[in-house]
């Protein structure tokens, strides 16, 4: 079945760097969204991408969409420590509109 | 406010034994998932519904069971054929997709052990 490949699996970073995260796949996607677990916590929300070459930003957070419509990532300026979790990528699994989910980035940040 | 509500937040099971997890949502919501996550392992499906009365097989079912005779109530029954089923368990809803997918909103989790 598709799946979505996310990279890497951890990154720890010292406040104040930036930090990127990559989901890939070997098909097209029509869409791709993100989504953000803090620890402890349940997947919120961030974003979806549709279009080629889309290229979204939410304050200090720029989500890209590939031209090719096979990868994406997700990008952070100057992380905080509020930033820390688990950054999930998750493409479309078919007609009946469920997710295949990467296995997610864990971001830890060093004040 | 509107959103989802799983309950317990915790569970142990004993060997043999069923348990069943719920989940409510007040979203109004058409589409209701199952989600199994494990350290390092993401969320993988389990069961979904797109409409009351009917659902789907996700990619690991075995063992699992579920129901969907109310559009705000999807609970998942873990059953004894499920030999390791400690994990957390995720609910989520959404709006039924009309060209593409729809954002998915979670629950706060069940946490489910064996004793």
């Known amino acids: 079945g598709q799946q979505v490949m996310q990279i890497p699996q951890y990154q720890h970073v010292q406040e104040g760097e930036d930090f990127t995260t990559y989901c890939n796949s070997s098909t097209t996607l029509s869409n791709i969204q993100w989504y953000k677990q803090r620890p402890g916590g349940h997947p919120v929300f961030l974003i979806q991408l549709v279009k080629s070459g889309e290229v979204k930003k939410q304050k200090r957070l720029t989500f890209q969409f590939g031209e090719a419509k096979k990868n994406s990532s997700l990008h952070i300026t100057a992380t905080q420590t509020t930033d820390v979790g688990t950054y999930f990528c998750a493409a479309d699994g078919g007609s009946q509109g469920n997710l295949i989910f990467g296995k997610g980035t864990k971001l830890s940040v060093k004040p | 406010d509107g959103g989802i509500t799983q309950s317990p937040k915790y569970l142990f099971r004993k060997e043999g034994q069923n348990v069943t997890l719920s989940c409510e949502q007040n979203l109004n919501h058409d589409a209701m998932y199952w989600y199994r996550q494990d350290p390092g392992q993401g969320l993988r499906l389990i069961y979904y519904s797109q409409i009351v009365n009917d659902f789907q097989k996700g990619d690991i079912a075995e063992g699992y069971s579920v129901s969907r005779e109310k559009k705000e109530s999807f609970p998942l029954t873990v059953t004894s054929a499920q030999k390791n089923p400690t994990a957390f368990y995720l609910c989520?809803?959404?709006?039924?997709?009309?060209?593409?997918?729809?954002?998915?909103?979670f629950g706060d989790g069940t946490r489910l052990s064996i004793l």
């Open positions: 989520a809803s959404s709006r039924m997709r009309v060209v593409s997918n729809q954002p998915q909103h």
